[in-house]
């Protein structure tokens, strides 16, 4: 299994994602906004591009969708929820289906909404085994992000996304890669530095993302998200007294959902 992570330089800060099967030449491309980049990045490995997914229905996932199609003849795959927003969907996904490509390539479906109502990751279980053990993936779209969490101002709900953090992010296991649609990373820690000034994680990753070549970026695991993370690090005593000066009804008791809505809520506006 071989794994592209294909910086697009735009605005949106956009990642694309290119997995092949290194037994048949066959591939899968995630989000592909810039269909160009993508294309020629297949060339340049001798694959064949067969199958298009969108994590969701945001026109900075989907936009590359036609001109990708009509170039490789692919099959688009999508949440099966969201054919009213993403036209011509070939195969409609569902929580724990399973994408083959070629020989070697599985991808389970994790049905994840928060930042829309029809969102899915992508987690391959195996990758690789080197000499910490089995390594997964998770291609997260933007409901997790490097240091962050997705926003929900375009048919999300923050509540709905605290519940695909709790129920199903957490549990993956540490050795987990993180593959997200955007690069915020720099500007994620800078917040976690806001809600918790002496996270020795964050305060040491902070100055090499910031200078990092962005064609070779600095992939985490989910085990580093928790100590930078604060969408993963609810129960931080630091957090929780640092976010109680901001929102004074919030107690000692505070559910960890209400935390995680008050950070999103924060970082809004941050």
């Known amino acids: 299994m071989r794994i592209e992570q294909i910086w697009t330089g735009n605005d949106f800060r956009n990642f694309h994602y290119l997995i092949a099967c290194s037994q048949t030449g066959e591939a899968l491309v995630i989000d592909p906004l810039d269909h160009a980049l993508c294309l020629a990045q297949a060339k340049a490995l001798g694959v ?22 009509a170039a490789t003849n692919a099959k688009l795959l999508a949440h099966a929820k969201s054919s009213d927003a993403i036209p011509g969907i070939d195969r409609g996904l569902s929580a724990g289906d399973v994408l083959r490509v070629g020989k070697s390539v599985e991808l389970r479906v994790l049905d994840t909404p928060g930042h829309t109502m029809t969102h899915v990751c992508l987690y391959a279980e195996f990758v690789e085994r080197d000499a910490a053990g089995t390594e997964s993936a998770l291609f997260c779209g933007d409901t997790l992000f490097n240091a962050g969490a997705g926003n929900c101002h375009n048919g999300g709900d923050p509540h709905v996304l605290y519940q695909s953090f709790a129920d199903q992010l957490v549990k993956l296991p540490d050795t987990t890669r993180v593959y997200p649609g955007h690069d915020y990373i720099a500007r994620n820690l800078g917040f976690t530095l806001d809600r918790e000034p002496d996270n020795q994680a964050a305060q040491a990753l902070l100055p090499r993302v910031r200078e990092q070549d962005m064609n070779q970026p600095l992939v985490t695991t989910l085990g580093q998200e928790k100590t930078f993370n604060v969408f993963f690090r609810l129960r931080s005593p630091a957090l929780r007294s640092r976010l109680r000066e901001r929102f004074p009804e919030l107690d000692e008791l505070a559910s960890d959902e209400a935390i995680f809505v008050k950070l999103r809520e924060l970082r809004n506006r941050w």
């Open 48 to 69: 064949q591009i067969t199958q298009i997914v969108n994590t969701h229905e945001h026109p900075d996932h989907t936009g590359g969708n036609e001109p990708l199609r």
